[in-house]
């Protein structure tokens, strides 16, 4: 079983920049895909993007496409979430998880190992 803490959340003006980390422990991430997903007051949990086991594909959500990357370390057992050009309609807490088979799904039942979540708010 894996364990996944996110970190480097906060508050930030709208056109900033926020790094986020996922790190895990309990084993190794070598093996598999990883996700971010992000879910605001009232609302679902929505995907955000995603990345294979190697880093060499990537998938993202419509509206973060050209200002949020993806990446990992899996020497660091970490995954990052860049986050650049933040929107007021970016608040929300970040979550990242496991993907179940491998995938670069973008539905939450895909995934597990859920992190506790780290908060980003942007403020206008």
């Known amino acids: 079983q894996v364990q996944l803490i996110e970190s480097g959340g906060g508050l930030v003006q709208a056109g900033g920049s926020l790094r986020l980390s996922c790190a895990a422990s309990?084993?190794?991430?070598?093996?598999?895909?990883m996700g971010w997903f992000r879910q605001a007051p009232g609302k679902e949990r929505d995907f955000v993007a995603a990345?294979?086991?190697?880093?060499?594909?990537?998938n993202y959500a419509d509206s973060v496409k050209g200002r949020f990357t993806i990446s990992r370390d899996n020497a660091k057992k970490t995954v990052y979430l860049q986050m650049n050009s933040l929107k007021p309609e970016d608040t929300a807490v970040y979550y990242c998880?496991?993907?179940?088979?491998?995938?670069?799904?973008?539905?939450?039942?895909?995934?597990?190992?859920w992190g506790q979540g780290t908060q980003v708010t942007v403020s206008s």
């Open positions: 309990g084993r190794t991430l070598g093996s598999d895909a």
């Open positions: 990345i294979s086991w190697s880093g060499s594909s990537t």
């Open positions: 998880a496991r993907a179940r088979m491998g995938g670069l799904g973008v539905s939450p039942s895909m995934y597990d190992s």
